[in-house]
């Protein structure tokens, strides 16, 4: 079966940096589309990031800027570069796939996510 596997997450003080990864088996990357999404406490899940099976990178507008997404296929394995990271980033990040979606923006949508990952806690604080 589909395993997306989180790794990267931390502490990390104000304006640091982190880079979260999630390797994928039994899935081509390539072959979907795939997103971050992220919860904070006491909060719903929201999403984050998509790459498009084409390549497109569609993000949310309170982490542009500071946080790429991007994938490496010969890992079969996707990213999220944050910096300029700020306490109201902490959360915990999950990352999702829907295999075989060749659009934009269904994988903005948590219901449409066929595939999710553990995730991984993310804590930015001084």
């Known amino acids: 079966q589909v395993q997306l596997v989180e790794s990267g997450g931390g502490s990390v003080q104000p304006g640091g940096s982190l880079r979260l990864s999630c390797t994928a088996s039994?899935?081509?990357?390539?072959?979907?589309?795939m997103a971050w999404f992220r919860q904070a406490p006491g909060k719903q899940r929201e999403w984050v990031s998509s790459i498009t099976s084409g390549g497109s990178t569609p993000t949310v507008d309170s982490v542009k800027g500071r946080f790429t997404i991007s994938r490496d296929s010969s890992k079969n394995t996707l990213y999220l570069q944050m910096n300029s990271l700020k306490s109201e980033d902490t959360a915990m990040y999950y990352c999702?796939?829907?295999?075989?979606?060749?659009?934009?923006?269904?994988?903005?949508?948590?219901?449409?996510?066929?595939?999710w990952g553990q995730g991984t806690q993310v804590t930015v604080s001084s």
């Open positions: 999702g796939a829907i295999a075989g979606y060749g659009g934009t923006w269904g994988c903005s949508s948590e219901s449409n996510i066929n595939y």
């Open positions: 039994k899935f081509t990357i390539t072959g979907g589309c």
